[in-house]
């Protein structure tokens, strides 16, 4: 039996809620897999059975819940329980949250999640978290902090521990900014198509996380860190391609797009007239890593990249002339959900 303990119940957490209750029964049979959430809470209310909350209702079980979330008290109850295989999902992007990690490793309650807060802190953190799992054999898995679903983090580490070399990673990581530049084409306005991006679940709740290329440059920074790079996020280079004044507009931001638009036209413009295309790029070579926008040519692997799609390309010592391509669906909340369940059979099959 596995027991999970929930924090964060919107788009991602309420979609893996949803394909658990649907296998739930097919592990029980076919793989004598036993997964249980015992703990569930959003920002207001949290509820805990020990036996297992039924997941074909439990929307009324936790908003109706007569107890107040705290970190604190949730904790307590994980700790309480002290049950077998427990597991902790953080599907939130709170740092206050994040900041659990080290308790639960530590009392042997392994850490699954999409959060990249934690793992792109401090160098001294992120490897803590790392060593103190090992140490108290609890799990770390944090696959989905990279790709959604994609297993980019995972080819990674068997990389390294095959003893082979990072030499060089390019890289599409955003699904939310590949669909807002494979979508705008000057026509719709660029304020249009991020608010689009918004309302189809591609992006961060606020979408300037997306657009100020902080969430491409964790994601880099964790490759590196994963390729066994000592890289804080102050040495990745960012170049951004929207202002800072546009940026400090936060309740009227999308306006303030719209109000600008001009400026992005003249992005595309450039892009067409060399025959090519704009991705949001991060790139790790000759042991310096940037993100910023790039026009790619029809010849390279990127100018064919569609959707919300996500591509890695890896050069290593055994990859030298021909790159190894990871290529596929890079945000949407059923892909990252299920990346997150494929954590959770990692954590049971070990």
């Known amino acids: 039996r596995v027991n999970l303990f929930i924090i964060g119940v919107g788009n991602v957490g309420a979609t893996f809620i949803e394909q658990l209750n649907k296998q739930q029964s097919i592990l029980n049979a076919k793989s004598h897999l036993d997964i249980q959430v015992v703990g569930l809470a959003n920002s207001k209310n949290m509820y805990f059975n020990e036996d297992g909350i039924s997941l074909s209702d439990w929307k009324p079980l936790l908003f109706g819940s007569e107890f107040p979330f705290s970190r604190e008290g949730f904790m307590k109850t994980m700790k309480t329980f002290n049950l077998r295989n427990s597991v902790f999902i953080d599907n939130t992007d709170s740092p206050e949250i994040a900041a659990l990690y080290q308790d639960c490793l530590n009392s042997s309650i392994s850490v699954i999640t999409p959060n990249k807060v934690a793992c792109s802190s401090s160098y001294e953190n992120y490897l803590n978290l790392k060593s103190t799992a090992l140490k108290m054999g609890s799990k770390f898995l944090f696959e989905t902090n990279v790709g959604a679903g994609l297993p980019i983090i995972g080819t990674l580490n068997e990389i390294v521990k095959s003893g082979d070399q990072i030499n060089s990673i390019e890289a599409v990581l955003s699904g939310s900014l590949n669909f807002i530049f494979n979508n705008y084409d000057g026509k719709d306005s660029f304020g249009h198509i991020v608010s689009e991006a918004k309302r189809l679940g591609y992006t961060e709740p606020d979408p300037r996380i997306d657009l100020s290329g902080i969430d491409v440059k964790r994601k880099i920074l964790i490759l590196l860190r994963e390729s066994g790079y000592h890289y804080e996020i102050e040495e990745v280079e960012t170049i951004p391609f929207i202002s800072e004044e546009i940026m400090k507009e936060e309740q009227n931001f999308i306006a303030t797009l719209e109000n600008n638009e001009e400026d992005f036209k003249q992005l595309i413009a450039s ?25 790619i040519p029809k010849d390279h692997p990127f100018y064919q990249l569609e959707g919300k799609d996500n591509i890695v390309l890896i050069h290593t010592d055994r990859y030298v002339d021909q790159p190894l391509v990871i290529k596929g669906a890079g945000a949407g909340a059923a892909v990252t959900a299920s990346g997150i369940f494929a954590d959770v059979l990692r954590f049971a099959n070990k």
């Open 271 to 295: 892009a067409k007239k060399q025959n090519c295309r704009i991705k949001y790029v991060a790139s790790f070579k000759e042991g310096k890593a940037s993100t910023g926008i790039q026009y």
